[in-house]
């Protein structure tokens, strides 16, 4: 059987990387036997010089129209959108007449389309081409949701029927684990934190839901009260307004930007870091609190969207905006090893039931029951 995996060009998207790399290898582990073939649209102004708006209409033309129409030719038994993004995908595949999946992971722009608007150069065509590749998903023979949440909003926003979508849950890479003691000191040491300072952590990026002003003003709150904190950020760098109330609370000191890691130092920090802090109004999914929780380290989560049916009962569950339940939770955690130990042991355990390997097979299956309804009623 030919599958064939369409996903985002490399380096367009660090988390659909991730997403494709997993399912393409785990698929490729589950059904050895099957011809798994990827496919993605060049880019073609990349390295070259030119200006913004040249570039943006090679971008488009490229996206939307080069690369779609070639893959009219290509010959599979599957394909698979690994990307809700490219959804449009799906008119462009009708004629092939065989099964169409599309992995959606949220709907933050549809939800919250002002956040969307801040980050995009022309807000009016990027929400535009995101809104008509959401409704060519929706024509999809199947609907693979990252999370119940997702899939909740999938039905509640686009109007799908329930029967097409199929949560899948994402998986944690098995090179997430907890590190020595000793390995996780010298980090440490390097960074000059010593042992009795708290350190909070963040992974990811900096879109406003992500909330990163909040973790600021909770490290403010706790440095006043003389409290041993400080703070790592890991992925994108603070905004402006965020290094504005950095100098403001006088909290340089207590404030550390990692930059961008690779997996093997991201483990370190996940291994040196006392809390992970996740206070997002909206995710997803949330995949960076699985891979600390795997590394051993306590995790403090929103109680909102999908981090309560990520975490379970493994994690301290707060109102994203609670700056004073934060803070208690913080000092819970650092204070009473009973509590911290509880945290770890209950985090692993949860980490260990998200394997890309279970997320690959329940995926096959899904490729398998359209083919096999393909087969019977002759329709796809």
Not at 159 to 183: E, L, M, Y
Not at 207 to 236: C, Y
Not at 291 to 302: D, F, K, R, Y
């Amino acid at each position: 059987m030919r599958i064939t995996i369409l996903r985002r060009s490399p380096g367009v998207s660090f988390s659909m990387d991730v997403y494709a790399d997993a399912v393409v290898e785990g698929l490729r582990a589950v059904r050895p036997n099957w011809e798994i073939v990827e496919n993605f649209p060049d880019n073609p102004v990349q390295g070259k010089r030119t200006n913004s708006l040249l570039k943006g209409i090679q971008k488009y033309h490229q996206r939307y129209w080069q690369y779609p129409k070639g893959l009219q030719n290509c010959e599979s038994d599957i394909f698979h959108i690994i990307d809700h993004s490219d959804g449009y995908l799906v008119n462009w595949l009708k004629t092939a007449q065989v099964p169409v999946v599309v992995t959606c992971h949220d709907l933050i722009n549809l939800v919250h389309p002002e956040l969307f608007r801040d980050r995009a150069l022309m807000p009016w065509l990027s929400l535009a081409t995101w809104k008509y590749s959401l409704r060519s998903m929706c024509e999809a023979h199947r609907i693979v949701s990252v999370s119940d949440y997702t899939a909740q909003d999938i039905i509640k926003y686009l109007d799908v029927g329930a029967t097409k979508i199929q949560t899948v849950p994402n998986g944690v890479d098995d090179i997430f684990q907890a590190i020595t003691s000793q390995a996780e000191g010298h980090f440490r040491q390097d960074l000059n934190i010593p042992a009795e300072t708290c350190c909070l952590l963040n992974v990811g990026s900096n879109n406003p839901r992500k909330n990163i002003i909040t973790i600021l003003k909770v490290v403010a709150q706790l440095q006043t009260k003389g409290f041993p904190i400080h703070f790592w950020k890991a992925g994108d760098d603070f905004t402006h307004d965020q290094k504005k109330f950095i100098a403001e609370h006088q909290l340089d000191g207590r404030i550390s930007y990692l930059g961008k890691p690779d997996k093997e130092t991201l483990i370190k920090i996940y291994n040196a870091a006392d809390i992970l802090v996740a206070p997002s109004t909206y995710e997803g999914f949330g995949i960076t609190v699985l891979e600390a929780m795997a590394c051993g380290l306590p995790v403090i989560a929103s109680n909102v969207t999908s981090l309560p049916e990520v975490v379970d009962d493994a994690a301290i569950l707060v109102e994203p905006l609670d700056i004073n339940g934060i803070a208690k939770s913080v000092e819970a955690i650092f204070k009473d090893p009973d509590v911290k130990r509880e945290l770890i042991t209950k985090g692993t355990t949860r980490a260990a039931k998200f394997t890309w390997k279970n997320t690959a097979e329940q995926i096959a299956q899904i490729y398998e029951s359209l083919l096999a309804s393909a087969a019977e009623t002759n329709i796809a």
